[in-house]
T-cell receptor
């Protein structure tokens, strides 16, 4: 199916564990983004990627790692999860920075 | 930050018109997006303004004044399904989202 998907949709993990959130898009969009959304903060950009093997930091990159070996995939890894990383994570893709972003359904992550 | 300012909450009546304002810093500004986000769902694109003026798209219109650092989203003939958060997102090299305006439409 065409579109942008995220997995898992829900995840509970413990402090200190590594967790990877997956994002996959079928449009061959060059740009992909990771956001977190928390009450009172809105959507905040964690990392983005302009193309395969090109990534850049956003507003809140600390504690996160990304990679983009293939155009269609953009995984986000929390190397050592902390409670402050409890949030809803959205992945998005677009044809360019000036183009509309298409968002995935989100992953609700709880760190205990 | 880019000092994006929009009201936190608004309430309007079904069938009415509502205007959601957004102000932002003008330095480095390229254009402005509006997104709609229903509770528990992902944001979806509404509009992107680059030039000054009003752009109409069905019941929704978006206005931009680049020099004043001001935009608004105008929703006409409100329907219950318009109850959602509306996110103002100025484009400064990277798109930056405001905290959103939660609109409640009441009968």
């Amino acid at each position: 199916d065409a579109g942008i998907t995220q997995s898992p949709r829900y995840k509970i993990t413990e402090t200190g564990r590594q967790v990877t959130l997956m994002c996959h898009q079928t449009w061959s969009h060059s740009y992909m983004f990771w956001y977190r959304q928390d009450l009172g903060h809105g959507l905040r950009l964690i990392y983005y990627s302009a193309a395969a093997d090109i990534t850049d930091k956003g507003e809140v990159p600390d504690g996160y790692v990304v990679s983009r070996s293939k155009t269609e995939n953009f995984p986000l890894t929390l190397e050592s999860a902390t409670r402050s990383q409890t949030s809803v994570y959205f992945c998005a893709s677009s044809e360019g920075l000036r183009y509309e972003q298409y968002f995935g359904p989100g992953t609700r992550l709880t760190v205990t | 930050g880019q000092n994006i300012d929009q009201p936190t909450e608004m309430t309007a009546t079904e069938g009415a018109i509502v205007q959601i304002n957004c102000t932002y810093q003008t330095s480095g500004f390229n254009g402005l997006f509006w997104y709609q986000q229903h509770a528990g769902e992902a944001p979806t694109f509404l509009s992107y303004n680059v030039l000054d003026g009003l752009e109409e798209k069905g019941r929704f219109s978006s206005f931009l004044s680049r020099s004043k650092g001001y935009s608004y989203l105008l929703l006409k003939e409100l329907q219950m399904k318009d109850s959602a958060s509306y996110l103002c997102a100025p484009d400064y090299q990277k798109v930056t989202f405001g905290t959103g305006t939660k609109l409640q439409v009441i009968p």
